[in-house]
């Protein structure tokens, strides 16, 4: 059965943010509905306090996720999720936050892991190579704590799309600015 891989990769990539948002879900003890919306060309979370610009047309914003903003890329297996929780302890590393978020995952090799100012606050950038369910999956995590709640966003994709998603996270990622609460 011939089938064309490009009609395959969004339903691929469906089942790739589910299982990651699931996972998040998980890891995060109090997740809250959807709270922010877009505004221009950039995604605004009043509750939240923060703003982030979207990468573009190609990324598809995905309705109805527990993840507050879940975008999936039109022609590559890849996908953006940002969760938040918060009234969470504030002693929590993050490091073991880290290790929260990527529970559940099999084979996990933490290939980069580096400590940086995002925003004015101090995060964690994992990158990471791991199998969920019987897919292996690349993925980029930022762990942010501020004040009492924990923002996770991760980028992940085959292996193979991994390098050609990687950049329209990153400039995501670079312009996103906390609000004033």
């Not at 002693?91 to 978020?101: F, G, K």
């Not at 925003?119 to 791991?130: D, E, H, I």
Request: charged share 20%; glycine share 6%.
């Amino acid at each position: 059965m011939a089938s064309n891989a490009c009609a395959f990769e969004p339903a691929w990539v469906r089942g790739w943010w589910c299982a990651v948002g699931c996972l998040v879900l998980l890891s995060l003890s109090s997740c809250h509905a959807t709270v922010g919306g877009v505004i221009g060309q950039q995604f605004v979370s009043p509750t939240y306090a923060f703003a982030v610009p979207l990468p573009g047309d190609e990324w598809q914003r995905v309705p109805d996720e527990p993840s507050l903003l879940t975008l999936t890329h039109a022609q590559l297996a890849a996908g953006i999720t940002i969760s938040v929780s918060c009234e969470r302890e504030r002693d929590v590393s993050l490091h073991i936050l880290t290790r929260h978020l990527l529970f559940g995952f099999k084979d996990l090799a933490v290939l980069q892991q580096q400590r940086q100012a995002f925003n004015g606050v101090p995060a964690l950038r994992t990158v990471a190579r791991a199998r969920l369910d019987t897919r292996e999956v690349q993925l980029c995590s930022y762990v942010v704590q501020r004040d009492s709640c924990v923002y996770d966003m991760v980028y992940f994709a085959s292996p193979q799309d991994y390098g050609r998603g990687e950049p329209s996270f990153e400039h995501m990622m670079a312009g996103w600015r906390f609000l004033e609460r």
